[in-house]
């Protein structure tokens, strides 16, 4: 498997409040990747990192932001969260832009009451 | 509008026959294509890619072929295996600076026994 390390796993928290999921990665890729996952939509796309303090938007970035100051951390950030973000959030890597698949990690589900 | 659009959501296959689950994409740009599977509480896997310069790509009991013409993918599992019971992504790439992928909804595969 991957070295991807989601965290938290798991987490359950009021409309408003500030939120930061983090992914963690061994392999030392330049590209990493935060897609939600909700049902009927497969995974989209939130923002991407193709290099340390370098990152773009992706198809559903409203409402986010991200942070990437290592090359093994990419933070996920709701700055006032809502419960239209209640999702699955997984983070993946990718070893270049050439042929390598994006690899994923295991997710972290997040809800918002 | 969905680029990359997977018009079943379930599959029902009986052990040691086929699955064939399929997929079709809007996007001519689109030259990469892979299939991931995916478990329950866990990240998608990936599972098998083609270039869109193939238009066949086996791997074991996977084999995925693509119709430029048509627009259109499929995924080949032969036998088909209980523990194959999953849900199926298929995913797309174009020429792009960090090769973001366009997924499906997915489809749900269950192989009886």
């Known amino acids: 498997d991957a070295g991807i390390t989601q965290s938290p796993r798991h987490k359950v928290t009021e409309t408003g409040t500030p939120v930061t999921l983090r992914c963690h990665q061994t392999e030392n890729h330049r590209y990493m990747y935060w897609y939600r996952q909700d049902p009927g939509h497969g995974l989209r796309l939130i923002h991407y990192?193709?290099?340390?303090?370098?990152?773009d938007k992706g198809e559903v970035s409203d409402g986010y932001s991200v942070s990437r100051s290592k090359t093994e951390d990419f933070l996920l950030t709701l700055e006032s969260a809502t419960s239209s973000q209640t999702s699955v959030y997984f983070c993946?890597?990718?070893?270049?832009?050439?042929?390598?698949?994006?690899?994923f990690g295991d997710g972290t589900r997040l809800s918002i009451l | 509008d969905q680029q990359v659009k997977q018009n079943s959501p379930s599959l029902s296959v009986q052990e040691g026959r086929i699955s064939i689950l399929n997929c079709d994409y809007t996007n001519s740009m689109f030259d990469y294509f892979l299939w991931y599977k995916k478990y329950p509480a866990e990240g998608p896997t990936f599972l098998i890619s083609i270039s869109s310069i193939k238009d066949k790509n086996e791997d074991g009991r996977f084999t995925v072929f693509l119709n430029k013409s048509a627009k259109h993918l499929s995924l080949h599992i032969v036998p088909s295996q209980p523990g194959d019971s999953a849900v199926y992504f298929c995913?797309?790439?174009?020429?792009?600076?960090?090769?973001?992928?366009?997924f499906g909804s997915g489809t749900q595969l269950t192989v009886l026994p």
């Open positions: 995913a797309a790439s174009g020429p792009g600076s960090a090769r973001q992928l366009t």
């Open positions: 993946a890597i990718s070893e270049d832009r050439g042929r390598e698949p994006q690899h």
């Open positions: 990192s193709y290099g340390v303090k370098d990152t």
